[in-house]
């Protein structure tokens, strides 16, 4: 357990000295807040009730989709993996550790714009903190999970790069952090029910802050978490070929 700590903490100063995930995980889900938050809110101030929800939604779903599945393929091309495999430590461990350290990452950025938008654009603070935070957590497990299983999938950091905007852009446009669901054609609100976060929204509505959803704001929890178990069972089973593997 002192190892994996050890390996954690320098993980996570790595992250924050690596100037892609700086940007990745910091730099532009803030300064795409502060755009949103200054112009949205401006055009429609209903925009104002689940900023910050939305806002973590676009932040969490950057960060783990677009910022982990890279490293982790260039892990695997550079020889990373295989060296660890050697030493006796299980393939699964590094990604496992870089996914701890995305967690938190992203755990900080949401809890800054959840602490700033009330602050900065007069935004809607959670009824409810606990169901924020709860929802929050099930919405970073499942999009890390969905980041890990990408980049275990992917045979190069291009593909990697590609399948991440396939469900990056998604999820901007459909899970209804941008505007609400209900206002898309009745095909893109099924496609939507594809996305972690658009359960997130739902969660985040219904439960945080106490408003009408389109479907069952605990039941949006318990689906978006299962999407996680998922994708985090196949993301696993992919990194334990992969140690099997010569």
Same mark, same amino acid.
């Given at each position: 357990m002192k190892a994996l700590m050890k390996h954690l903490l320098i993980q996570f100063r790595m992250d924050i000295r690596e100037r892609g995930t700086l940007m990745t995980y910091y730099l532009i889900p803030l300064v795409f807040y502060l755009f949103i938050g200054a112009v949205f809110t401006s055009v429609n101030p209903l925009v104002k009730n689940t900023l910050a929800a939305s806002m973590a939604v676009f932040a969490a779903t950057m960060g783990a989709v677009l910022g982990t599945p890279v490293p982790v393929v260039k892990m695997r091309e550079s020889g990373v993996l295989r060296a660890y495999r050697v030493s006796g430590i299980p393939g699964w461990a590094v990604p496992f550790i870089h996914g701890i350290s995305a967690f938190l990452h992203l755990l900080i950025v949401?809890?800054?714009?959840?602490? #700033?938008? %009330?602050?900065? =654009? $007069?935004?809607? &603070? %959670? +009824?409810? @903190? #606990?169901a924020f935070f709860l929802t929050l957590v099930m919405l970073l497990f499942s999009t890390i999970a969905i980041g890990m299983l990408i980049g275990a999938a992917? &045979?190069? +950091?291009?593909?990697?790069?590609m399948l991440s905007q396939m469900v990056f852009l998604p999820t901007v446009v459909l899970s209804g952090i941008m505007f609400p669901a209900s206002m !898309? %054609?009745?095909? *893109? &609100?099924? *496609?939507? &029910?594809? !996305?972690?976060? #658009? @359960?997130?929204?739902?969660?985040?509505? $219904?439960?945080? @802050?106490? !408003?009408?959803?389109? =479907?069952?704001?605990?039941w949006s929890i318990l689906v978006g978490a299962c999407? $996680?178990? !998922?994708?985090?069972g196949l993301a696993m089973l992919r990194f334990r070929r992969m140690g099997k593997s010569p």
């Open positions: 949401s809890s800054i714009i959840l602490i #700033t938008a %009330p602050v900065f =654009f $007069g935004a809607g &603070r %959670p +009824q409810d @903190y #606990t992917a &045979r190069s +950091q291009s593909m990697a790069v !898309l %054609p009745e095909p *893109l &609100r099924m *496609l939507g &029910r594809l !996305l972690v976060g #658009t @359960y997130a929204m739902e969660a985040f509505s $219904g439960l945080a @802050y106490g !408003l009408a959803t389109d =479907f069952s704001a605990p999407i $996680g178990i !998922l994708a985090a």
